[in-house]
């Protein structure tokens, strides 16, 4: 059970706090002094860490929210606070914001600069076999029409070019996390 409890740490860690501040920003606004911000993240992240389980949250930015706003709403009831503020839809589109992180969105450029690099690597055929069935999403029959392979070398290409690629990134990240520990080794040492 500790494992499934380190888990959800490490998914609040990542996924919730990132948000805490627009959530105090929010509460600030629209409670306007009605419950104390602190309270309320306090009781948002209880109820959240007090999960079975998070693998059910598509959106966590929006989960966070609404257990704030669910908080807040309890806390102002049990505190027998007047004049609640309403939730308009026009709030929540405010909150939300559905677009990645920027240090994700550095990421997934990063790895694609890295597939990209190992893809040109691989012959032009194969290349064209990963593209056409991966990105355009042909199938395998309209691939190897396009191209004039048969559909077997479009099977046999795909899986030998997926596999050179994905041994080539693994060998990096093996490379690179050897790289790291030298150079927190030499940081720790000098």
Known sequence: MSGERDIITAWIAREIVPHEGAMRKWLARRWRGAVD??????EAYCR??????VDHIDNPAAYFHRTVHTAATDLARRAGAKNLVSVTQEDWFGVIDSRP????????????????ALMS??????????????????????TSERLGVSENDVKNLLVRGLQKVLNSLAEQDAEGGDQEHAQRKVQANG
């Open 37 to 42: 911000a602190e309270d309320v993240i306090q």
């Open 48 to 53: 959240i860490a007090g999960l079975a389980r």
């Open 101 to 116: 992180l920027q240090d994700r969105a550095l990421e997934a450029t990063e790895e694609l600069r890295r597939v990209d």
């Open 121 to 142: 690597n691989l012959s032009d055929t194969c290349r064209r076999v990963i593209e056409l069935r991966r990105i355009e999403g042909l199938t395998r029959k309209e």
